[in-house]
């Protein structure tokens, strides 16, 4: 069982700027953004191409937010400058990720064995306690960062755009500006995560990205199910605790017998409780109050 707890620690860290990063879009910006599953990738591959070539392992997860934050960009710029509705610019931007990530890939997975600049916690047989305490200071560090923007002026705009658009631009905030900023950051945070993924497996895979965004969603949803109030710096903690919780739920699956084909399946099924939850959570507190 003590593995199952580890397992799950490592892999919740992993996954807490995902989880961090739909926060921006799904609930800052109200921007269902499904290019994530493709900036995962490119921040892994991207990672694993740096690595390979040289590149320290810590300085190349950067390589693998930028790339992130490059694909959030081309999103915006479809909706934004081409005015292509919310889901599909997402989606023909993940079309586009698709080649574009197999194109710099050349092949279907890039493998790290044997290099010997990956991430010292990161190296085989890993070091599983410096692993937690390197993922922890980079979860925490990402969280930090995004209630911080969030109380900025720019952040405060983003909030304003993503709350009403109208009431935004009778403001003079530049709705278009907003919204390129929140995808690319938030893509970025997910590019990160990719790359510290990819760096932890030892290897890029072009389907490495398949599921991530509800992956992403249930750990935010089994975060905000968790709390019981709306401030950033609480719903910002859930999602990463949301996210080590979802990963114990799909590991204890796994442990009753559940294959991994079947992991689909449990995930849109936490989505599912996690959001009748929320909404019996928040009817009590209506009632109550």
């Known amino acids: 069982m003590s ?7 490592e892999f919740g860290l992993l996954f807490a700027p995902v989880a961090l990063g739909i ?10 953004d499904l290019t994530v599953e493709g900036s995962f990738v490119a921040g892994a591959v991207v990672s694993v191409i740096a690595v390979r070539v040289g590149v320290p392992g810590l300085v190349a997860i950067l390589f693998g937010l930028i790339a992130g934050f490059f694909a959030g960009a081309l999103t915006a710029f479809l909706h934004i400058k081409l005015g292509i509705e919310k889901i599909l610019a997402s989606v023909l931007s993940l079309g586009m990720l698709y080649t574009i990530n197999l194109r710099l890939m050349g092949t279907p997975n890039l493998s790290l064995f044997n290099r010997g600049n990956v991430i010292w916690a990161f190296k085989s047989p890993i070091n599983h306690l410096q692993a937690i305490l390197l993922l922890a200071i980079i979860a925490l560090a990402v969280k930090f960062f995004v209630d911080w923007f969030l109380s900025t002026e720019i952040g405060l ?71 019981s109030t709306k401030r950033v710096g609480f719903v910002t903690l859930g999602a990463i605790a949301g996210s080590v919780l979802y990963q114990f739920i799909v590991n204890f699956a796994l442990r009753l017998g559940l294959v991994g084909t079947d992991l689909k399946f449990v995930a849109a099924s936490i989505v599912v409780v996690a959001i009748l939850f929320g909404n019996r959570k928040s009817s009590l507190w209506k009632r109550n109050f």
């Open 3 to 9: 593995g199952i707890f580890i397992t799950s620690l």
């Open 23 to 32: 926060f921006l879009t799904f609930r800052i910006l109200n921007f269902p």
């Open 157 to 227: 705009r983003l909030r304003a755009t993503g709350d009403s658009e109208a009431v935004a631009k009778s403001l003079a905030v530049n709705v278009g500006s907003m919204k390129l900023l929140g995808l690319a950051l938030s893509n970025g945070l997910v590019g990160l995560s990719g790359a510290l993924v990819a760096q932890y497996q030892g290897f890029a895979d072009i389907s490495i990205g398949q599921g991530v965004v509800v992956v992403g969603l249930a750990s935010l949803m089994l975060g905000e199910a968790m709390i």
